[in-house]
């Protein structure tokens, strides 16, 4: 049986540097992509091929493709597109600026590579191609109006995109964590600091009491939270399961939340989110 190739992004640290060596170990061969060259190169240095490649740099995802195609003869086994970040701010302080730059990243960055991976999977007759949501991908809580609404563009397009695969051995699934230990928070800081002008907004008091303390100050786990090697385990199903599933919930939050979300009426959920 011939090796078994994956392409993730996002791979310097978290989620897709875990999903890198988790894979690495089960035997797959693994090009794990950044965004920045000096994380492709730390990568280069622990055995990986590590193509750079940034979702907001329409280059750089298809030099950073054909470099892996060329490594593997033009067969790519699967997809993990993961790379992504927040930048937290009351919807209404949100410039317009702040979701073109986070929908280049988060969304039109990974609907380009998919486009571009989809012709090689077609030739060979087969594919996984997975996607890395968020429990805020099925619902929406405060002050994360930017990346939810990223997340929620994800999992549309995703779905529809299964749907469409039918029959063509194309097989997309959608991971949904809640609370995963990553960066990121800390990467959360430098789009806010550019795009939020909270010192001027209406709510500013909020920002300085509530927002602030959480992203500066010192790191506290979450309720809930678990290690990267959560979602790792349900990629490993979603990659190598005969049928793999559509979704993947991990962390109790995304379970109880994906619950709520069935059974409860719009203004009873908005009332438990609010109320944290």
Avoid at 81 to 95: K, M, T
Avoid at 154 to 175: A, Q
Avoid at 237 to 246: D, I, K, S, T, Y
Avoid at 256 to 266: A, H, I
Wanted: hydrophobic share 40%; net charge positive; charged share 25%.
């Amino acid at each position: 049986m011939s090796e078994r190739t994956i392409l993730i992004t996002g791979c310097s640290s978290g989620i897709g540097y875990d999903a890198a060596h988790g894979l690495r170990a089960r035997g797959w061969r693994v090009f794990a992509a950044c965004r920045a060259q000096a994380d492709c190169d730390r990568l280069r240095a622990e055995g990986f091929d590590a193509p750079r490649i940034d979702y907001e740099d329409e280059a750089s995802i298809a030099s950073g493709l054909a470099e892996v195609l060329e490594a593997t003869g033009g067969r790519l086994d699967a997809l993990f597109n993961n790379g992504a970040y927040a930048c937290p701010g009351l919807v209404e302080d949100l410039p317009r600026g702040a979701l073109r730059e986070i929908f280049e990243a988060n969304v039109f960055g990974w609907h380009d590579l998919t486009r571009q991976v989809i012709p090689a999977m077609r030739a060979q007759g087969h594919g996984r191609i997975v996607q890395n949501s968020s429990v805020l991908g099925l619902v929406a809580i405060g002050w994360r109006g930017a990346y939810v609404s990223t997340k929620f563009a994800i999992e549309g397009l995703t779905d529809t995109l299964r749907i469409e695969m039918r029959g063509t051995g194309i097989h997309v699934s959608l991971i949904e964590p809640g609370p995963v230990t990553s960066k990121i928070r800390e990467n959360a800081r430098a789009p806010f600091e550019r795009w939020l002008d909270w010192e001027n907004s209406v709510r500013s008091d909020e920002y300085r009491d509530k927002l602030r303390p959480r992203l500066y100050g010192d790191y506290s786990k979450d309720r809930f939270e678990l290690p990267a090697d959560a979602v790792t385990k349900k990629l490993i199903h979603a990659l190598e399961a005969p049928r793999p599933r559509a979704r993947y919930y991990v962390t109790t939050p995304t379970h109880f939340m994906g619950t709520l979300r069935r059974v409860l009426p719009t203004r009873a959920l908005d009332w438990i989110i609010a109320k944290g």
